[in-house]
């Protein structure tokens, strides 16, 4: 979220961070965004019924900040079909694994574990399946023999940071295509208009 904030401060982003939500009133991500000027929000799911109130709430907060993509970071929720095909082709997520490989948690232990030598991270547009969606970027690390899922992780990280402000660009620019699962960047899109994101 933080690279996020930070790569829409340039004046040639495309995109304006216009919210940081998050179901977790105690994250850190708030603070950090309210001492940028950036408006906050906090929808604690543990006070809902369920995932469909829940996604209400969050709802009422995007269309009252004019949101017009999303991009997940560290949002460790399962957001229902009917949200995700409301947000189809406007909500994106960060996964640290080089997609479709190691879906789900624990993906550098698993990596690890199978012995792969190149690992990385995936940012996609999200789809009702977890983890599953056209794929926007990637970055790859290469898996060193004496690596932990910690300094895997460290590594991976970094490559998040880098990709994932890219791929907001590359979206909120609308310089793409999707064909199938992959997006492709295109030279000729029109000019592009700066979009109101939530980090």
């Not at 949200?83 to 640290?96: C, E, K, T």
């Not at 992780?153 to 970094?158: D, M, S, Y």
Request: proline share 7%; glycine share 8%.
């Amino acid at each position: 979220m933080r690279s996020l904030v930070e790569s829409a401060r340039d004046a040639a982003h495309p995109a304006e961070i216009v919210l940081v939500l998050s179901n977790r009133p105690e994250a850190g991500g708030l603070s950090f965004a309210k001492e940028a000027g950036i408006a906050t929000a906090a929808v604690d799911h543990k006070i809902y019924a369920g995932r469909e109130e829940f996604e209400r709430s969050m709802q009422i907060l995007l269309e009252l900040h004019r949101v017009e993509l999303i991009c997940l970071a560290g949002f460790m929720r399962m957001l229902t079909p009917g949200f995700v095909n409301a947000w189809s082709g406007r909500l994106l997520n960060i996964h640290p694994a080089l997609l479709p490989s190691y879906r789900g948690l624990h993906t550098h232990q698993r990596a690890l574990e199978d012995g792969v030598k190149i690992h990385g991270c995936t940012v996609h547009f999200v789809a009702p399946a977890m983890d599953e969606g056209p794929i926007i970027a990637q970055a790859a690390v290469a898996v060193l023999d004496d690596d932990t899922p910690e300094t895997l992780a460290t590594r991976v990280l970094e490559q998040e940071h880098l990709i994932y402000p890219q791929a907001l660009a590359l979206i909120a620019s609308g310089r793409y295509r999707i064909e199938g699962n992959r997006v492709i960047s295109t030279d000729h899109a029109p000019e592009p208009q700066p979009l109101r994101v939530p980090g």
